[in-house]
Every structure is written in structure tokens, then in C-alpha cells.
């Protein structure tokens, strides 16, 4: 059996009057990301981690936010498509295991619907995604509230 791994990083700014989505959920917030498409920065590491994991490049290169076709596209479509690359070359997702960094909103409450909207987008039990949440003590741009980041592993096996 051949198995990979593959590492996703995303950091995007927070802004006033956009909306705070992260992991395919809307959060009440004062800010929200800000990027070319709906900016949700676990989707967006999520995709990364699936990407490398199975040697197909970034998720710039697969969605460059030069095109207009992605101009404010809800990120679980970029997601669905990732997952059908991987599938094109054979590969199951095993487990994902992330982590969201940012001081404010608190987001604990949001992570169990987080885990439902992306175990239904990328047909996965939800016992396979693991999701934590964590703040930088007040320290650095996530700190400051100016940005909000997530990291994520991936396992994937060849089927």
C-alpha cells in the first residue's frame, strides 16, 4: 500500500465588510478574509496539504488568482475539484488533521459544523478530520487580528 503525505499553509487578511468563512462556514465577525476568491483560508491549506500530498503542484497553480472564473467562488468548489485530481491518480484520503490561527471570533463552537460541510464536500467520515483552533496569545499579525491562518496535514492512500 502507498501512502503520502502532503503539509497546506493559507494566511489571508482581515478586513471590515467582507464575511468570515472558514471551513465552508459563514462566522458572525466585524471581519472577514480577503482574497480573490471567498478567501477561506482552511479550505484553502486543506487543498495545499491534498495538492502536495499527491504531487500536483499548489492550489495557485490549479486556480490562479489572476482568472476572473474565480473571482469570489466559494471555496468548496476549488475543494471538489482538488479532490477529483487526487482521485484521477488514484488516491483516497486516509485523514486530515488542521489547525486554524486567529485571536478573534472564539470558534470552537463552529468546528463540529465545520467538520459536517467538509466530510460532505470531499465524501469523507467525519471522524476522519480533525480540526483545532488556537490563538498567537495576542503576539504577531493573527495576534493584532489582522490576519487570520490555517495549517493542514494529509494522509492519502493509493486505492
Known amino acids: 500500500m502507498k501512502i503520502r503525505t502532503g ?15 472558514i471551513g465552508g462556514v459563514a462566522i458572525p465577525h466585524t ?16 487543498c495545499d496539504a491534498l495538492l502536495g500530498a499527491a504531487n500536483l503542484r499548489d492550489i495557485g497553480f490549479h486556480f490562479p488568482d489572476t482568472s476572473s472564473k474565480y473571482k469570489g467562488i466559494d471555496s468548496k468548489l476549488l475543494l471538489k475539484d482538488v479532490i477529483k485530481l487526487i482521485s ?8 486530515i488533521d488542521c489547525t486554524i490561527v486567529l485571536q478573534k471570533p472564539k470558534i470552537k463552537d463552529y468546528i463540529p459544523i465545520m467538520k459536517e460541510v467538509l466530510a460532505e464536500t470531499m465524501h469523507i467520515p467525519l471522524d476522519d478530520i ?3 483552533a488556537t490563538t498567537t496569545e495576542q503576539l504577531g499579525f493573527t495576534g493584532r487580528e489582522e490576519g487570520i491562518s490555517a495549517y493542514s496535514n494529509v494522509l492519502i492512500i493509493k486505492t
Open 7 to 21: 503539509i497546506g499553509y493559507d494566511v489571508h487578511k482581515l478586513v471590515k465588510a467582507n464575511v468570515l468563512t
Open 130 to 132: 480533525s480540526i483545532k
Open 31 to 46: 471581519k472577514g478574509s480577503l482574497g480573490h476568491s471567498d478567501g477561506d483560508v482552511l479550505i484553502h491549506a486543506i
Open 88 to 95: 484521477e491518480k488514484g488516491y483516497e484520503i486516509s485523514n
